[in-house]
T-cell receptor, first 115, second 111 residues
Framework: DADVTQTPRNRITKTGKRIMLECSQT?????MYWYRQDPGLGLRLIYY???????NKGEISDGYSVSRQAQAKFSLSLESAIPNQTALYFC??????????????FGEGSRLTVL | SQKIEQNSEALNIQEGKTATLTCNYT??????LQWYRQDPGRGPVFLLL?????KEKRKERLKVTFDTTLKQSLFHITASQPADSATYLC??????????FGKGTRLSVIA
Protein backbone atom coordinates (compact mmCIF):
# COMPACT_ATOMS: atom_id res chain seq x y z
CA ASP A 1 0.00 0.00 0.00
CA ALA A 2 1.14 3.52 -0.76
CA ASP A 3 2.44 5.63 2.11
CA VAL A 4 0.48 8.67 0.87
CA THR A 5 -2.93 7.86 -0.58
CA GLN A 6 -5.13 10.28 -2.49
CA THR A 7 -8.78 9.81 -3.34
CA PRO A 8 -10.28 10.10 -5.84
CA ARG A 9 -7.57 9.56 -8.43
CA ASN A 10 -9.72 11.01 -11.17
CA ARG A 11 -12.79 13.20 -10.97
CA ILE A 12 -14.87 15.01 -13.54
CA THR A 13 -17.30 17.58 -12.22
CA LYS A 14 -19.30 20.59 -13.31
CA THR A 15 -18.83 24.26 -12.62
CA GLY A 16 -20.27 25.28 -9.27
CA LYS A 17 -20.09 21.87 -7.62
CA ARG A 18 -18.38 21.31 -4.30
CA ILE A 19 -15.47 18.90 -4.50
CA MET A 20 -13.32 17.32 -1.81
CA LEU A 21 -9.99 15.66 -2.42
CA GLU A 22 -8.77 13.49 0.40
CA CYS A 23 -5.29 12.55 1.49
CA SER A 24 -4.23 10.03 4.09
CA GLN A 25 -0.74 8.96 5.07
CA THR A 26 0.83 6.12 7.01
CA UNK A 27 4.28 7.69 7.38
CA UNK A 28 3.51 9.24 10.76
CA UNK A 29 4.58 12.68 9.53
CA UNK A 30 3.15 15.82 11.09
CA UNK A 31 3.65 17.98 8.01
CA MET A 32 1.27 17.76 5.08
CA TYR A 33 0.88 19.80 1.92
CA TRP A 34 -1.39 20.29 -1.07
CA TYR A 35 0.16 21.25 -4.41
CA ARG A 36 -1.40 21.81 -7.78
CA GLN A 37 0.37 21.05 -11.07
CA ASP A 38 -0.47 22.62 -14.40
CA PRO A 39 1.36 22.18 -17.71
CA GLY A 40 3.93 24.93 -18.07
CA LEU A 41 3.39 26.22 -14.54
CA GLY A 42 4.93 23.47 -12.48
CA LEU A 43 3.99 22.62 -8.91
CA ARG A 44 2.41 25.40 -6.87
CA LEU A 45 1.61 25.27 -3.17
CA ILE A 46 -2.06 25.66 -2.18
CA TYR A 47 -2.08 25.00 1.59
CA TYR A 48 0.13 23.36 4.15
CA UNK A 49 -0.15 22.15 7.72
CA UNK A 50 2.72 21.54 10.14
CA UNK A 51 0.53 19.83 12.71
CA UNK A 52 -3.14 19.11 13.42
CA UNK A 53 -3.82 22.62 14.74
CA UNK A 54 -1.79 24.45 12.12
CA UNK A 55 -3.11 25.54 8.72
CA ASN A 56 -1.28 27.93 6.39
CA LYS A 57 -2.05 29.42 3.02
CA GLY A 58 0.31 28.82 0.18
CA GLU A 59 0.92 30.68 -3.05
CA ILE A 60 -2.50 30.00 -4.61
CA SER A 61 -5.06 29.42 -1.84
CA ASP A 62 -7.93 31.47 -3.30
CA GLY A 63 -10.92 29.26 -4.13
CA TYR A 64 -9.67 26.42 -1.91
CA SER A 65 -10.03 25.40 1.72
CA VAL A 66 -8.51 22.59 3.74
CA SER A 67 -9.24 20.52 6.80
CA ARG A 68 -6.73 18.64 8.92
CA GLN A 69 -8.92 16.02 10.52
CA ALA A 70 -6.09 14.08 12.14
CA GLN A 71 -2.34 13.70 11.89
CA ALA A 72 -2.84 11.28 9.05
CA LYS A 73 -5.58 13.09 7.10
CA PHE A 74 -5.56 16.35 5.17
CA SER A 75 -8.45 17.23 2.84
CA LEU A 76 -8.66 19.87 0.13
CA SER A 77 -12.02 21.36 -0.80
CA LEU A 78 -13.17 23.39 -3.74
CA GLU A 79 -16.35 25.07 -2.51
CA SER A 80 -17.57 26.03 -5.97
CA ALA A 81 -15.42 24.52 -8.68
CA ILE A 82 -14.54 26.52 -11.78
CA PRO A 83 -12.90 25.37 -15.04
CA ASN A 84 -9.52 26.96 -14.29
CA GLN A 85 -9.23 24.66 -11.28
CA THR A 86 -8.81 21.79 -13.70
CA ALA A 87 -5.40 20.41 -12.78
CA LEU A 88 -3.45 17.56 -11.22
CA TYR A 89 -3.45 17.85 -7.43
CA PHE A 90 -0.79 16.34 -5.20
CA CYS A 91 -0.72 15.75 -1.50
CA UNK A 92 2.66 15.42 0.18
CA UNK A 93 4.14 14.86 3.62
CA UNK A 94 7.48 15.54 5.27
CA UNK A 95 9.16 14.52 8.49
CA UNK A 96 9.48 17.44 10.94
CA UNK A 97 12.54 15.78 12.44
CA UNK A 98 14.32 16.65 9.18
CA UNK A 99 13.33 20.31 9.46
CA UNK A 100 13.69 22.40 6.37
CA UNK A 101 15.87 19.85 4.64
CA UNK A 102 13.23 17.15 4.78
CA UNK A 103 12.25 15.64 1.48
CA UNK A 104 8.62 15.59 0.45
CA UNK A 105 6.79 12.29 -0.04
CA PHE A 106 4.08 12.66 -2.65
CA GLY A 107 0.88 10.81 -3.32
CA GLU A 108 -0.01 9.58 -6.80
CA GLY A 109 -2.11 12.62 -7.57
CA SER A 110 -5.77 13.43 -8.13
CA ARG A 111 -6.69 14.55 -11.61
CA LEU A 112 -9.62 16.97 -11.49
CA THR A 113 -11.53 18.17 -14.53
CA VAL A 114 -14.09 20.94 -14.12
CA LEU A 115 -16.44 21.31 -17.07
CA SER B 1 10.44 37.36 -4.08
CA GLN B 2 12.70 34.41 -4.59
CA LYS B 3 12.29 32.70 -7.94
CA ILE B 4 13.54 29.42 -9.27
CA GLU B 5 14.00 28.71 -12.96
CA GLN B 6 14.77 25.61 -14.91
CA ASN B 7 16.00 26.90 -18.22
CA SER B 8 15.05 24.07 -20.50
CA GLU B 9 11.50 22.84 -20.78
CA ALA B 10 12.70 19.77 -22.67
CA LEU B 11 16.04 18.10 -23.34
CA ASN B 12 16.74 15.27 -25.77
CA ILE B 13 19.91 13.23 -25.44
CA GLN B 14 21.43 10.09 -26.91
CA GLU B 15 21.69 7.00 -24.76
CA GLY B 16 25.07 6.75 -23.09
CA LYS B 17 25.70 10.50 -23.04
CA THR B 18 25.69 12.72 -19.98
CA ALA B 19 22.52 14.76 -19.47
CA THR B 20 22.97 18.12 -17.76
CA LEU B 21 19.97 20.01 -16.38
CA THR B 22 20.13 23.55 -15.01
CA CYS B 23 18.36 25.20 -12.10
CA ASN B 24 18.82 28.93 -11.49
CA TYR B 25 17.52 31.07 -8.67
CA THR B 26 17.26 34.79 -8.01
CA UNK B 27 18.05 36.86 -4.97
CA UNK B 28 19.49 35.13 -1.94
CA UNK B 29 21.07 31.69 -1.97
CA UNK B 30 18.95 28.97 -0.43
CA UNK B 31 20.51 26.89 2.30
CA UNK B 32 20.08 23.85 0.10
CA LEU B 33 18.48 22.54 -3.07
CA GLN B 34 16.53 19.36 -3.67
CA TRP B 35 16.08 17.47 -6.93
CA TYR B 36 13.09 15.26 -7.75
CA ARG B 37 12.13 12.94 -10.57
CA GLN B 38 8.56 12.80 -11.87
CA ASP B 39 7.20 10.20 -14.26
CA PRO B 40 4.03 10.94 -16.27
CA GLY B 41 0.91 10.76 -14.13
CA ARG B 42 2.91 10.06 -10.97
CA GLY B 43 3.99 12.07 -7.96
CA PRO B 44 7.53 13.46 -7.78
CA VAL B 45 10.14 11.30 -6.08
CA PHE B 46 13.08 12.75 -4.14
CA LEU B 47 16.53 12.11 -5.60
CA LEU B 48 19.18 14.28 -3.99
CA LEU B 49 19.75 17.19 -1.64
CA UNK B 50 22.76 19.50 -1.76
CA UNK B 51 23.61 22.14 0.85
CA UNK B 52 25.11 25.52 0.05
CA UNK B 53 28.42 24.57 1.65
CA UNK B 54 28.65 21.45 -0.53
CA LYS B 55 30.05 21.92 -4.01
CA GLU B 56 29.05 18.53 -5.30
CA LYS B 57 26.93 15.52 -4.30
CA ARG B 58 26.84 12.12 -5.98
CA LYS B 59 24.51 9.17 -5.94
CA GLU B 60 25.21 6.33 -8.36
CA ARG B 61 25.01 7.89 -11.87
CA LEU B 62 23.64 11.17 -10.54
CA LYS B 63 25.69 14.23 -9.67
CA VAL B 64 24.49 17.59 -8.40
CA THR B 65 26.56 20.76 -8.09
CA PHE B 66 25.75 24.01 -6.32
CA ASP B 67 27.41 27.28 -7.31
CA THR B 68 26.31 30.14 -5.07
CA THR B 69 28.28 32.65 -7.15
CA LEU B 70 26.40 31.77 -10.31
CA LYS B 71 23.19 31.12 -8.31
CA GLN B 72 22.89 27.84 -10.06
CA SER B 73 22.61 24.10 -9.51
CA LEU B 74 23.47 21.58 -12.21
CA PHE B 75 22.06 18.06 -12.25
CA HIS B 76 23.99 15.47 -14.24
CA ILE B 77 23.02 11.94 -15.26
CA THR B 78 26.00 10.05 -16.61
CA ALA B 79 25.70 7.11 -19.02
CA SER B 80 22.06 8.03 -19.57
CA GLN B 81 19.53 5.31 -20.33
CA PRO B 82 16.03 5.40 -21.83
CA ALA B 83 14.73 4.56 -18.33
CA ASP B 84 16.07 7.95 -17.18
CA SER B 85 13.47 9.68 -19.35
CA ALA B 86 11.28 11.71 -17.00
CA THR B 87 10.71 15.25 -15.78
CA TYR B 88 13.25 16.50 -13.26
CA LEU B 89 12.34 19.21 -10.76
CA CYS B 90 14.53 21.34 -8.55
CA UNK B 91 13.19 22.89 -5.35
CA UNK B 92 14.14 24.81 -2.22
CA UNK B 93 12.63 26.57 0.74
CA UNK B 94 11.96 30.26 0.17
CA UNK B 95 12.10 32.01 3.52
CA UNK B 96 9.87 30.15 5.94
CA UNK B 97 7.51 28.69 3.36
CA UNK B 98 7.63 25.09 2.22
CA UNK B 99 9.38 23.92 -0.90
CA UNK B 100 9.16 26.08 -3.99
CA PHE B 101 9.53 24.09 -7.19
CA GLY B 102 10.86 24.95 -10.61
CA LYS B 103 8.71 24.11 -13.60
CA GLY B 104 10.80 21.10 -14.43
CA THR B 105 12.82 19.85 -17.38
CA ARG B 106 11.47 16.94 -19.40
CA LEU B 107 14.37 14.66 -20.32
CA SER B 108 14.10 12.19 -23.18
CA VAL B 109 16.92 9.68 -23.63
CA ILE B 110 16.90 8.27 -27.13
CA ALA B 111 18.18 4.76 -27.75
Amino acid sequence: DADVTQTPRNRITKTGKRIMLECSQTKGHDRMYWYRQDPGLGLRLIYYSFDVKDINKGEISDGYSVSRQAQAKFSLSLESAIPNQTALYFCATSDPQMGRTGELFFGEGSRLTVL
Amino acid sequence: SQKIEQNSEALNIQEGKTATLTCNYTNYSPAYLQWYRQDPGRGPVFLLLIRENEKEKRKERLKVTFDTTLKQSLFHITASQPADSATYLCAFYSGNTPLVFGKGTRLSVIA
